[in-house]
């Protein structure tokens, strides 16, 4: 969706998470009242919670394509990363280099697979999805280290899977066989729900069985689409009621920075200093989207180091929960569950 123009774009709103920040004010209020505090939204006295989903896209690179694409990126300055993909130097397989730079910062994160392998052939066509196969030896010996050391796996629905209930689903027991792991949480590949009735894909995630989704974000926007730091349960209009699947709010993807900067200008970290301070403030979630292949500073300049010095920032800081997306949804769906067994309607 095209945003230029609009207050949410050219006065920063995306990133301030309006409707949070009403849900602050109204309980500050509360509190003036004299109402007592209510439960606390994170554990151990965190005063937010942070992790990472790393979209899968590219871990395996095609050593003849992949050199033409560095150097659309990079011009002729890129040649000698193209010459080292060629001569096999450089890869994108740069699990346990995550892995190492979120040890380190004592975080864990999600990495969130695509179970339905798709070809050049349908990439050109209009069918991007990604070229692995989630069941290849060495994918399951991957699955296997990733859920040993605490790292979730998660799906990454592939392009289209929204428009087949049994086709969305059989992509999930295919992770969940493959990596012998349940596959608890998901997030669209591009984003990509139903355009015209985005709910009916956020009810085919509790039809499924998905504990929580991550895919309500905007592609070229930095900032949160529903406008909330907190993680929420879509209400589904037609229905009445709200979705049983837990919606983590995505707040930066890093080709925002990179890929996308024309439609969020300024100082990348002035940027993510005001999302960091967003959730703060509020006491959210700071989910972010990093993809895989993206490490190697050479081939992606900035990328991995924006990342690092985010999440570095954010341990200094201190406060805050660095935990798996999972874990966070099991947390606050406890929380949902203590203040609706505490809560009195009007009519109680």
């Known amino acids: 969706r095209d945003l230029?123009?609009?207050?949410?774009?050219?006065?920063?709103?995306l990133r301030r998470a309006l409707v949070s920040a009403i849900g602050c004010w109204l309980d500050k209020q509360l509190h003036q009242f004299g109402l007592p505090p209510g439960i606390p939204r994170w554990p151990n006295g965190a005063q937010l919670a942070a992790t990472c989903g790393h979209d899968v896209d590219y871990p395996e690179?095609?050593?003849?394509?992949?050199?033409?694409?560095?150097?659309?990126?990079?011009?002729?300055?890129?040649l000698g990363a193209a010459l080292d993909i060629i001569g096999g130097r450089r890869h994108h397989w740069h699990f346990h280099s995550w892995m190492d730079l979120e040890e380190r910062i004592g975080a864990r994160s999600a990495f969130y697979f695509?179970?339905?392998?798709?070809?050049?052939?349908?990439?050109?066509?209009?069918?991007?999805?990604p070229f692995y196969d989630v069941q290849a030896p060495h994918f399951r010996a991957l699955f296997r280290e990733l859920s040993n050391a605490g790292w979730e796996i998660g799906l990454h629905a592939s392009y289209r899977a929204y428009s087949d209930r049994t086709?969305?689903?059989a992509e999930r027991a295919r992770l969940a066989a493959a990596s012998d792991q349940p596959i608890e949480g998901n997030r669209h590949h591009y984003w990509h729900l139903d355009p015209q009735q985005p709910e009916q894909t956020l009810l085919l995630h509790e039809q499924i069985g998905f504990c929580y989704d991550a895919s309500l974000a905007h592609n070229?926007?930095?900032?949160?689409?529903?406008?909330?730091?907190?993680?929420?349960?879509?209400?589904?209009?037609?229905?009445?009621?709200?979705?049983?699947?837990?919606?983590?709010?995505?707040?930066?993807?890093?080709?925002?920075?990179?890929g996308q900067k024309r439609f969020n200008p300024g100082d990348p970290h002035t940027l993510l200093t005001e999302l960091r301070e967003?959730?703060?403030?509020?006491?959210?979630?700071?989910?972010?989207?990093?993809?895989?292949?993206?490490?190697?500073d050479r081939l992606f300049s900035g990328w991995a180091a924006t990342y690092r010095e985010l999440w570095e920032t954010?341990?200094?800081?201190?406060?805050?929960?660095f935990t798996t997306p999972?874990?966070?949804?099991?947390?606050?769906?406890?929380?949902?569950?203590?203040?609706e067994a505490a809560s009195t309607g009007l009519n109680g």
Do not use: C, N
């Open 278 to 296: 967003t959730v703060t403030q509020q006491g959210g979630l700071l989910l972010i989207d990093v993809h895989d292949y993206v490490y190697d």
């Open 220 to 258: 070229r926007y930095l900032g949160w689409r529903r406008s909330s730091v907190w993680p929420f349960f879509p209400w589904h209009r037609t229905l009445r009621r709200p979705i049983r699947t837990l919606q983590l709010p995505t707040g930066w993807m890093d080709d925002h920075l990179f």
């Open 167 to 169: 086709l969305f689903a």
């Open 4 to 13: 230029s123009g609009t207050p949410m774009l050219e006065e920063g709103l």
């Open 314 to 321: 954010l341990a200094a800081q201190g406060r805050v929960w």
């Open 61 to 78: 690179v095609v050593r003849w394509l992949e050199p033409l694409r560095i150097i659309g990126r990079q011009g002729l300055r890129g």
């Open 114 to 129: 695509v179970a339905r392998k798709g070809s050049l052939r349908e990439y050109a066509t209009g069918l991007p999805d």
């Open 326 to 339: 999972a874990a966070i949804a099991h947390h606050w769906i406890r929380r949902a569950t203590q203040i």
